[in-house]
């Protein structure tokens, strides 16, 4: 059974920083890209970002390109998604995914979701 546990979500003001992390079990994560999505309330699903299985190819969405940033640590079978410059319009829950590879289809949508962490952001 696959699951996704997210944690780092949090109350932060505008400027500030926050670290989500997602840790895997059930699958094989070596073989697997990680992703975060967010969604806001009364907004569609957006990808934030992909990371790839060797963590060397790295997607973002252009609304938080520069100020996110996606690492794994695959003995840990953890992926993180560092914000810094946190703006109201991130406030969202964040979901981590996982899918098979990042692509240029990797917002579309992923195979496995965590339960969600939310970030809500503060003017």
């Known amino acids: 059974q696959v699951q996704l546990v997210e944690s780092g979500g949090g109350l932060v003001q505008a400027g500030g920083s926050l670290r989500l992390s997602c840790t895997a079990s059930?699958?094989?994560?070596?073989?697997?890209?990680m992703a975060w999505f967010r969604q806001a309330p009364g907004k569609e699903r957006e990808g934030v970002s992909c990371?790839?299985?060797?963590?060397?190819?790295?997607y973002f969405a252009g609304s938080v390109k520069g100020r996110f940033s996606i690492s794994r640590d695959n003995a840990k079978t953890t992926v993180y998604l560092n914000m810094n410059d946190l703006k109201p319009e991130d406030t969202a829950m964040y979901y981590c995914?996982?899918?098979?590879?990042?692509?240029?289809?990797?917002?579309?949508?992923?195979?496995?979701w965590g339960q969600g962490t939310q970030v809500t952001v503060s003017s």
């Open positions: 995914a996982a899918r098979s590879i990042c692509g240029d289809s990797w917002s579309n949508g992923a195979d496995y």
């Open positions: 990371i790839s299985r060797s963590g060397v190819d790295r």
């Open positions: 059930g699958l094989d994560f070596v073989r697997t890209a």
